[in-house]
């Protein structure tokens, strides 16, 4: 069976374009060699292993939310701008 011919030069040029769209935007991680592991006191259970379980790019700049790997404690970064718990 495979995919119907295409008759129109505009539909020839709307298949080449989706060849390049992505809903997955990993171009900023490749660029920066973002690690998708880092180390951070854990203000909850003390570990220093966390995960990157999620990035996209805000107006205000690349948002990261990063999880524990024990105790799932996370927090959000904003261009470095964090909301973990301050040390005391």
């Known amino acids: 069976m495979g995919f119907p011919r295409l008759q129109a030069r505009e539909d020839v040029n709307l298949a080449r374009d989706i060849d390049r769209i992505s809903i997955f935007n990993t171009d900023h991680a490749k660029i920066a060699g973002m690690s998708l ?23 205000l700049g ?27």
């Open 62 to 88: 690349t948002k990261t939310k990063w999880r524990c790997s024990e105790c799932g404690y996370g927090f959000i970064e904003i261009n470095g701008i964090s909301t973990a718990k301050a040390d005391a």
């Open 37 to 59: 592991e880092r180390e951070y006191d854990c203000p909850e259970c003390g570990n220093t292993e966390f995960w990157k379980t999620a990035s996209m790019e805000l107006h």
